[in-house]
C-alpha cells in the first residue's frame, strides 16, 4: 500500500520538539531516511511575496520523482500548493507526497493522472499531528480518465502530435519545456496526454512511469531529477538555466515525430468493438461454436500487441498449451495468402502513392545494385512550410525559418576556407564523427543528410551535399561548387583540440551553413552549422520593429517573447560570441549612426541594457538638470542688469549672459563694458571712463575697472549695493570680481557646458531611432559586430 507524508509550518510538528516547517502526518512505517528526503525535496519559494496572504499568482506545483535509497527505489507523487501565511504571519506553503513501490504500479493509472485526478490531495492543514492511513488502491481508479486525443497540447503548443515528441529522446534525455505562466495544470494535463500514448489500450501500466517530470521547476530542484522541466520565463530556474546554456524548448518547437504516437495523439484511439453478445442456440452448438473461437484465438497473437508501437510482435503459436491440440495449416494454403497478401499491400502502397507529392531529393535504390563509395543521400525535409529559394519568405513566417532543422552552431571566422571548429561546445558533431569513424573504408554513411545553404543567416533549402565515405580520419563532403574536409584525426586523439576545416567555393560567400540530418532520431539528431566571414556577413533579415521591446532592463526582455524563444532554442554562439541589440539614428542623407558610438565607455549602458531607453532617458535628464544647475551657479554674477542701470535700451547689452549667452569669456566680459561705454549718449557720464582694457594682466585691469566701480558710485549712488561685491578676500567692485571669476572657471564652464549640450543631443537622438539591429560580437572587441536581424 502507498505511503503518505505532509510537509508544511504548523504550531506542532508530528515530532516532539519541533515547530514551524515539519512533518504533521505520515504513514506510520515510512523508513526514517525516506522521511529526511522527502523533507528536502519540500521547499517552495513564493515567485511574488506581496501576493502570499491569498497565494493569488504564485504556482502550484505537480512533480514525479524516482528517489534511490541505499539500492530501494521509490516513486515518488509530490503536490506542493502556497497556502497563505502560517501562525507566525509568514509565507506557508503545503507539501503532500505518495510514495509506492514498484510493485505496486501494475494496478494505478499514469503518475500525472494521479497528481490530476486522485481526490486525496491536501492543499491546507488543519488539526493536529497524526499518522496517517494508507490509501486504498480503489481510491485512485477515478484517476483513470481517458486523455487522448491530446486536446491540451493542440491548444497550447499548435499541433496534438507534439505529445508524441515528448516522448523522442532529445525531450526523454532532459529537457527544459518553456511554459505559459500559470500554466501548471495545463502543463499536467499535457503530460497525461503524452504518458497514455504509452499505455493506450492498458496493457502496458508500467511503461508511464519510466518519465520523471515537474510542472514547475524551482531553482533549488535538481534538474537531474525530471526528465520533464516545465519552466517560465524569468523565474529563478528559467534563469538558472539560461545562466548554464542549457537549451530551452517552447512547447510549439517540440518535433512532431514520424511514427503511430502521433496519429493516436491527433486521434482518439479506436479500440476494439465489445464482443456481440452470443446468439440463443442450443447447448450443444453453443459449446461446438465456443472451441472453434477458443482454437482460433489461440493460434493468433494478442491483437493489442499488434497495435502496439513498442511491442514486438510474436510469431503466431499454432500449439495450445492449455488443452494439448494442435492444428495445421497446409503450407499451400500459407502460400498462397502470403501472395494474396503481397498483391494487396502492393496496390494498397501504389494507391497511396499516387495521392500525395513526391518527395523532393528522395533516390530510389536498387537492392540488387552494388555499394557505392558515394552517395547522394536526401535532404532533411525542413519543419516549416517552404518555398522557393528566390522568393522570400512571407513577413509571419520568418521565425519558422529561424527555428528550421535542430539547432544552429554560428562561429564567425577570419577565414571561410581554413578555419577550427571548438568540438568541446558542438555536441552534435562531436557525437557524429567517432560514428562516422568507424566505417570501412567504401561503406555508405547512408543515415547522414547533408545540405549547404550559402549566404543566409535563416533556414530556406539548401543544396544536396554528396557525403563521401570515410578516409584517413576526414570527413568529406562536395556539392554544386562547394567542398568541405573536416580532419578531426588530431581530435579523435585530444578531445579538448579544435577541429580543422576546409573548404572551397566557386565564389566565396558571406556565409555557409551544413544541416547535418539523419535517417532517424536512432541515428542522430539534427543540427546545423552556420561559419560566418567576419569581414563580409551576410545582409541583415528584416523584421518589424514589434519583435523588440525598448524600456527593458535586460537582452532577453528586449526581445519579443516568440522570438527570445526561438534565439534561445535554436542558436548556439561558439568561441565566446554574444548577442547584442544595437540601435540606430538616423544622421544627413541616409546615414545612420549606432546610438552609442561617441558616448564614453563609462557613459554607455550595461552589456544586454542597450534599449532601457527609460532609464537612459531618466538617467541623461538627471545630467542635463546637474550641468544646468552648474552653469546656473556659475554665471549668476552675469545677470546683474548693467545695461537696465544706464537706461540702455538694446536688449543684447541689458546684461552680460544676453551679450554672451554661449560662451562667456573673460576677454569678452571687458568687450561688453566697452560696448556699454559706445552705446551710451555722448552726454551720459560714463563717457569719462578711460577704458584701458587691452591688457589681460590682473594689476593693469584693476585700476581700470576700479576707476569704472568709483566713477559709477559717484554718478549713480543708488546702483552702489549691486556694485559691490563680498567674497571670500573682502570686498570688491563687481567688475573686477566677475572678470576673475570668468578666468578662474572658464574650463569648468566650457566642461560644464559641453555636457549640458551633449546630454540634450543625446535625448533627442533617443527619440529619433531609425532601426535596431541584433548583432553578434566579440566582446574582447568593443564596438562593430555581425548584424543578423534588423528590426525596422
Not at 536526401?378 to 539547432?407: F, I, Q
Not at 550595461?606 to 532601457?612: F, H, I, N, P, S
Not at 542688469?641 to 554661449?662: I, V
Not at 543708488?718 to 561685491?725: H, K, Y
Amino acid at each position: 500500500m502507498p505511503w503518505q507524508l505532509i510537509y508544511t509550518s504548523a504550531p506542532r510538528g508530528l515530532l516532539s520538539g519541533q515547530s514551524g516547517f515539519c512533518t504533521v502526518a505520515r504513514s506510520a512505517d515510512l523508513r526514517e531516511a525516506l522521511v529526511q528526503r522527502l523533507e528536502q525535496i519540500s521547499s517552495y519559494h513564493y515567485l511574488r511575496v506581496s501576493e502570499a496572504a491569498t497565494a493569488k499568482s504564485n504556482p502550484s506545483i505537480a512533480a514525479y520523482r524516482l528517489l534511490d535509497l541505499r539500492g530501494a527505489k521509490y516513486h515518488v507523487l509530490t503536490r506542493i500548493q502556497p497556502c497563505g501565511l502560517d501562525f507566525t504571519a509568514r509565507t506557508n506553503h503545503l507539501a503532500h507526497h505518495l510514495i509506492f513501490q514498484a510493485d505496486e504500479l501494475g494496478n494505478l493509472p499514469s503518475p500525472a493522472a494521479i497528481l490530476r485526478h486522485w481526490s486525496g490531495w491536501q492543499s491546507l492543514w488543519q488539526g493536529e499531528p497524526r499518522l496517517l492511513e494508507a490509501p486504498g488502491v480503489s481510491s485512485f481508479a477515478s484517476s483513470a480518465k481517458s486523455f487522448l486525443p491530446a486536446v491540451t497540447w493542440a491548444r497550447l503548443a499548435g499541433d496534438a502530435g507534439r505529445a508524441a515528441g515528448l516522448l523522442e529522446s532529445e525531450c526523454v534525455r532532459g529537457c527544459y519545456l518553456v511554459c505559459p505562466p500559470g500554466s501548471e495544470e495545463q502543463v499536467l494535463d499535457m503530460y497525461c496526454e503524452t504518458l497514455q500514448l504509452l499505455n493506450f489500450n492498458g496493457q502496458f501500466p508500467l511503461r508511464p512511469w519510466r518519465h520523471t517530470f515537474t510542472s514547475f521547476l524551482q531553482a533549488e530542484d535538481n534538474p537531474n531529477d525530471f526528465h520533464w522541466r516545465a519552466c517560465q520565463e524569468n523565474t529563478p530556474a528559467y534563469q538558472l538555466a539560461v545562466t548554464h546554456s542549457a537549451p530551452l524548448l517552447p512547447l510549439r518547437s517540440v518535433r512532431v515525430p514520424s511514427n503511430s504516437l502521433v496519429k493516436l495523439a491527433r486521434d482518439e484511439p479506436r479500440l476494439p468493438p465489445p464482443p456481440a453478445p452470443p446468439p440463443t442456440t442450443s447447448p450443444s452448438a453453443e459449446s461446438a461454436e465456443s472451441k472453434k473461437k477458443l482454437s482460433l484465438q489461440k493460434s493468433l497473437p494478442p491483437k493489442t500487441a499488434w497495435n502496439d508501437p513498442y511491442a514486438q510482435r510474436p510469431l503466431p503459436d499454432t500449439k495450445s498449451a492449455s488443452t494439448g491440440m494442435q492444428f495445421s495449416i497446409r503450407w499451400a494454403t500459407l502460400a498462397s495468402l502470403g501472395i494474396c497478401a503481397g498483391v494487396i499491400g502492393v496496390l494498397l502502397w501504389l494507391k497511396h502513392s499516387a495521392n500525395r507529392p513526391a518527395e523532393q531529393g528522395i533516390v530510389a535504390m536498387d537492392s540488387t545494385s552494388k555499394p557505392s563509395p558515394v552517395i547522394a543521400p536526401a535532404p532533411v525535409a525542413p519543419r516549416y512550410k517552404t518555398s522557393s529559394a528566390a522568393t522570400p519568405a512571407p513577413e509571419a513566417d520568418k521565425l519558422n525559418w529561424l527555428a528550421g532543422g535542430g539547432p544552429t552552431y554560428i562561429l564567425p571566422v577570419a577565414n571561410l576556407t581554413n578555419f577550427s571548429l571548438p568540438m568541446t561546445s558542438i555536441l552534435p558533431l562531436g557525437n557524429l564523427l567517432p560514428r562516422y569513424d568507424k566505417l570501412e573504408v567504401g561503406a555508405l554513411p547512408n543515415d547522414i543528410q547533408l545540405t549547404v545553404g550559402i549566404d543566409r543567416w535563416d533556414f530556406p533549402p539548401g543544396a544536396r551535399l554528396t557525403v563521401l565515405a570515410t578516409k584517413d580520419q576526414k570527413f568529406s563532403a562536395t556539392g554544386s561548387g562547394f567542398g568541405l574536409v573536416l580532419d578531426y584525426a588530431h581530435w579523435l586523439e585530444q578531445k579538448t583540440a579544435p577541429l580543422t576545416a576546409q573548404t572551397s567555393f566557386d565564389s566565396v560567400p558571406g556565409a555557409f551553413s551544413m544541416h547535418f540530418g539523419f535517417a532517424s532520431t536512432n541515428d542522430g539528431d539534427p543540427f546545423r552549422l552556420l561559419i560566418v566571414n567576419e569581414h563580409n556577413p551576410p545582409a541583415p533579415l528584416s523584421l518589424p520593429m514589434q519583435y523588440v521591446q525598448k524600456d527593458r532592463q535586460n537582452f532577453q526582455d528586449s526581445l519579443e517573447g516568440s522570438l527570445r524563444r526561438c534565439l534561445l532554442a535554436n542558436f548556439r554562439l561558439l568561441a565566446d560570441w554574444q548577442w547584442q541589440l544595437q540601435p540606430f539614428v538616423r544622421r544627413k542623407g541616409h546615414s545612420f549612426d549606432y546610438l552609442y558610438k561617441d558616448w564614453p565607455a563609462d557613459e554607455r549602458p550595461a552589456y544586454g541594457q542597450e534599449l532601457d531607453f527609460a532609464h537612459i532617458e531618466q538617467r541623461l535628464r538627471a545630467q542635463r538638470e546637474s550641468s544646468q544647475n552648474r552653469l546656473d551657479n556659475l554665471t549668476q554674477p552675469f545677470g546683474r542688469p548693467l545695461g537696465k542701470m544706464l537706461a540702455e535700451t538694446n536688449d543684447h547689452l541689458q546684461s552680460f549672459r544676453a551679450f554672451s549667452p554661449n560662451h562667456p569669456t573673460p576677454s569678452g566680459f571687458l568687450d561688453y563694458l566697452v560696448e556699454l561705454k559706445k552705446s551710451a549718449s555722448e552726454k551720459a557720464w560714463i563717457k569719462d571712463w578711460r577704458n584701458r582694457t587691452d591688457s589681460d594682466q590682473p594689476q593693469e585691469l584693476s585700476g581700470t575697472l576700479q576707476e569704472l566701480y568709483d566713477l559709477w558710485s559717484q554718478k549713480q549712488p543708488q546702483d552702489q549695493a549691486q556694485l559691490t561685491v563680498t567674497n571670500k578676500s573682502g570686498t570688491t567692485n563687481y567688475f573686477f570680481d566677475t572678470w576673475r571669476h570668468l578666468k578662474d572657471n572658464s574650463k569648468e564652464w566650457e566642461a560644464t557646458q559641453s555636457a549640458l549640450e551633449s546630454a540634450q543631443k543625446r535625448l533627442v537622438d533617443l527619440s529619433e531611432i531609425a532601426y535596431i539591429g541584433l548583432f553578434i560580437i566579440d566582446p574582447n572587441q568593443p564596438g562593430g559586430g555581425l548584424e543578423m536581424i534588423r528590426f525596422e
